[in-house]
């Protein structure tokens, strides 16, 4: 057995460990930080396929910035754990047999013959001067320009559908009715002109104890 293979069980061993236990972990911080130790070994596991700004990239972006957020407003929440456990047996036959379907419609594609993972064989050895950065920019912006523009609008929506999901019951909602936006035209509805009776603005005199004061100063200096 070959030190890449040794290191590849051992990095996926760990990764469903941290997986597991950030799904059944008590504490919120914990599940957090059990999510950080799955994504640095998925990260390492990127490392040993030869797809190092893979790896860099997810330790960067999701345990640096996404995680460590997480981290924080997990933190600072007052998260009652016994009132966010409940019914958690109750949706736990649902939630299984979902998962159970998911693994076996995986396994599935994995043993089939149409996949023939044998055909892909060990990874060829890649040039000194190769740049898998510059590669990969030109598959998703060529080859994949189509699903990648796909991916961006639906994480747009889904981050539009979250807002909307928090605000919805606010007292002081900040969104406007399609509606209203359609029935507006160019004449009405979007400017009204108000006319107002000019103010002009007229100096006041001085009073006569303040004159004969300024006066008086002036003398003396």
Excluded at 125 to 150: C, K
Excluded at 154 to 160: A, D, K, P, Q, R
Excluded at 174 to 196: S, T
């Amino acid at each position: 057995m070959s030190f890449q293979l040794i290191m590849f069980y051992t990095l996926a061993a760990i990764i469903l460990f941290g997986a597991l236990k950030t799904v059944t972990a008590k504490n919120p911080v914990h599940a957090a930080l059990y999510l950080v130790l799955t994504f640095c070994m998925s990260a390492m596991m990127w490392m040993l396929m030869q797809a190092e700004f893979l790896g860099i990239t997810l330790v960067v972006v999701y345990v640096g910035a996404v995680m460590v957020l997480f981290l924080f407003v997990v933190m600072m929440l007052n998260i009652d754990i016994e009132e966010m456990r409940k019914g958690f047996w109750r949706n736990a036959p649902a939630a299984l047999t979902v998962g159970v379907l998911m693994a076996v419609a995986l396994i599935l594609i994995l043993v089939s013959p149409k996949t023939n993972l044998a055909a892909f064989g060990p990874m060829n050895d890649i040039p000194a001067d190769y740049s898998n950065v510059r590669d990969l920019g030109s598959q998703i912006y060529t080859t994949y320009l189509l699903p990648f523009e796909l991916a961006a609008v639906l994480l747009v929506l889904g981050m539009v559908a979250a807002i909307a999901l928090v605000h919805r019951k606010s007292a002081n909602p900040k969104r406007i009715d399609p509606a209203d936006q359609v029935k507006v035209d160019a004449k009405q509805g979007r400017l009204r002109m108000v006319k107002m009776a000019a103010v002009v603005q007229t100096p006041s005199a001085p009073a006569s104890g303040e004159t004969d004061d300024t006066a008086d100063s002036e003398n003396k200096a």
